[in-house]
């Protein structure tokens, strides 16, 4: 049994303004393609994956208008392409000088 996302599309944690819910990438979850008209099919073409799974599929294999309609739900949330591309860029974290010192020194 599949649990439905949240009629908002968004877990509730999501609604209290947090960017994004914790997400375990082994997790079990499903694929969902929003239909483009209003009253469309939606397709479901990967279930019952891991997490990493289908967010592969959703950046690997769908085009840029599917990816752009494309849900990965979970039981914890569902994630949309803007979460999705947030998960996977790295953490900006700022280079301490001895860093950059280091970086600098190393290109020399």
Same mark, same amino acid.
């Given at each position: 049994?599949?649990?439905?996302?949240?009629? *908002?599309? !968004?877990?509730?944690?999501?609604?209290?303004?947090?960017?994004?819910?914790? !997400? /375990? @990438?082994?997790?079990?979850?499903?694929?969902?393609?929003?239909?483009? #008209? @209003?009253?469309?099919?939606?397709?479901?073409?990967?279930? /019952?994956?891991? =997490?990493?799974?289908? !967010? &592969?599929?959703?950046?690997? #294999?769908?085009?840029? /208008?599917?990816?752009?309609?494309?849900?990965?739900?979970?039981?914890?949330?569902?994630?949309?392409?803007?979460? !999705?591309?947030?998960?996977? &860029?790295?953490?900006? =974290?700022?280079? *301490?000088?001895?860093?950059?010192?280091?970086?600098?020194?190393?290109?020399?």
């Amino acid at each position: 049994m599949v649990n439905q996302p949240a009629a *908002s599309g !968004i877990a509730p944690i999501q609604a209290r303004g947090h960017s994004m819910v914790p !997400i /375990d @990438l082994e997790m079990r979850a499903y694929v969902v393609i929003i239909p483009p #008209e @209003l009253g469309g099919m939606a397709a479901l073409p990967c279930w /019952d994956v891991s =997490v990493a799974s289908a !967010i &592969r599929y959703v950046v690997g #294999e769908l085009s840029g /208008d599917e990816r752009s309609r494309a849900v990965v739900c979970t039981p914890a949330a569902s994630l949309f392409i803007n979460e !999705i591309r947030g998960a996977l &860029r790295p953490a900006r =974290v700022p280079q *301490s000088r001895l860093t950059e010192e280091a970086v600098r020194l190393q290109a020399e």
